[in-house]
């Protein structure tokens, strides 16, 4: 791997995000697949979808759709993806696996900055270009919502 892509965790667990990313890429629906974390907690994934495999994907299951990026926030779609990962995830260390991901709606391309024209990631550059996307990834679970009809200030509740 490349020194400079070399993930540090808060916990000061070093991951090598390279050999993840290719082996995620070597499956058939991501197109681009590109690991965050340094110097947070844990790892997430940044994903964009193989146009084609998607398309075979929704006609086989008759997930109907008028254009691809609204299929970012459907759930068979967010299932596939999860399943995907928990896959990848089965052959990593703990530290080194996936805790969350965003499907971006847009393929990274050399146009935006996102990679270089050799086709590599530059990580920093799509932080700066998803910054909604990365804080999804690292910002703390909301909490549960409270039952209806608890009030949780009443100590007999």
């Known amino acids: 791997d490349r020194k400079k892509d070399m993930i540090i965790l808060s916990t000061g667990q070093r991951v090598a995000p390279q050999k993840i990313e290719n082996r995620a890429l070597m499956g058939r629906y991501f197109e681009n697949f590109v690991i965050l974390g ?54 990593l260390a703990p530290h080194q696996r996936i805790r969350r991901f965003v499907i971006l709606s847009q393929p990274l391309s050399v146009q935006s900055g996102a990679l270089t024209h050799t086709q590599k990631l530059r990580r920093k550059q799509i932080e700066e270009l998803h910054p909604e996307a990365v804080a999804a990834l690292f910002e703390p679970s909301p909490a549960p919502p409270a039952e209806p009809g608890l009030d949780r200030d009443d100590p007999l509740g």
């Not at 994903?47 to 990026?69: A, G, K, M, W, Y």
């Not at 970012?72 to 993806?81: C, E, F, S």
């Open 38 to 91: 340094d110097q947070r907690s844990h790892l997430g994934a940044l994903v964009t979808l193989r146009r084609d495999e998607i398309i075979r994907f929704c006609t086989e299951r008759q997930i109907l759709f008028s254009r691809l990026p609204e299929l970012v926030n459907h759930p068979k779609i967010r299932a596939l993806v999860q399943s995907e990962i928990e896959a990848l995830n089965a052959g």
